[in-house]
T-cell receptor
Framework: GQQLNQSPQSMFIQEGEDVSMNCTSS?????WLWYKQDPGEGPVLLIA?????ELTSNGRLTAQFGITRKDSFLNISASIPSDVGIYFC????????FGKGTRLHILP | DSGVTQTPKHLITATGQRVTLRCSPR?????VYWYQQSLDQGLQFLIH???????AKGNILERFSAQQFPDLHSELNLSSLELGDSALYFC??????????????FGPGTRLTVL
């Protein structure tokens, strides 16, 4: 079946650093979604991408929909402690497929 | 607060038992999606209901079933529970039944522990 591969699985960074993570698929998606999950909470939608090549920002977050429609990346600039959590990419068709997530840790 | 409520927040039970998880969607939302999240598997889509009818099925075991009632709340029934069913169960709701374009709002989840 369809799968989304996220990398890296986890990241340990210093506060203030920029972060980059990506998501790839063997299948084409017409929409890419990026969610963040805080500990003990449900995922929250960060950015939705609807067009190949689209670059969308939400504050310090920027996401791009790959030209091939088989990948997407998410960048976080100048990370802060509240950025800690798990970031999921998701691709919806008749159902939504989620990647396994990238766990972001910020070192004190 | 997403507006989606789930009860109970925690549930501890024994193998072989049956439990029911409840989800109330956001006001006005017609669709409910159920997901299972375990440590090593990420979020797995289980089932989608739209306005009382089943729309799509994912990796839902035969021991699991769900329904959406006329007031649009949904219940996920898990029976003959096994240790491996221990996980977080989330529901999400959307306005309509279009996963491609509708934003999903997730509830806080129910943490199920099977001993």
């Amino acid at each position: 079946g369809q799968q989304l591969n996220q990398s890296p699985q986890s990241m340990f960074i210093q506060e203030g650093e920029d972060v980059s993570m990506n998501c790839t698929s063997s299948s084409i998606f017409n929409t890419w979604l990026w969610y963040k999950q805080d500990p003990g909470e449900g995922p929250v939608l960060l950015i939705a991408l609807y067009k190949a090549g689209e670059l969308t920002s939400n504050g310090r977050l920027t996401a791009q929909f790959g030209i091939t429609r088989k990948d997407s990346f998410l960048n976080i600039s100048a990370s802060i402690p509240s950025d800690v959590g798990i970031y999921f990419c998701a691709g919806p068709n008749d159902k939504i497929i989620f990647g396994k997530g990238t766990r972001l840790h910020i070192l004190p | 607060d997403s507006g989606v409520t789930q009860t109970p927040k925690h549930l501890i039970t024994a193998t072989g038992q049956r439990v029911t998880l409840r989800c109330s969607p956001r006001s006005g939302d017609l669709s409910v999606y159920w997901y299972q999240q375990s440590l090593d598997q990420g979020l797995q889509f289980l089932i989608h209901y739209y306005n009382g009818e089943e729309r799509a099925k994912g990796n839902i075991l035969e021991r699991f079933s769900a329904q959406q009632f006329p007031d649009l709340h949904s219940e996920l029934n898990l029976s003959s529970l096994e240790l491996g069913d221990s996980a977080l169960y989330f529901c999400a709701s959307t306005r309509f039944g279009l996963p491609n374009t509708d934003t999903q709002y997730f509830g806080p989840g129910t943490r199920l522990t099977v001993l």
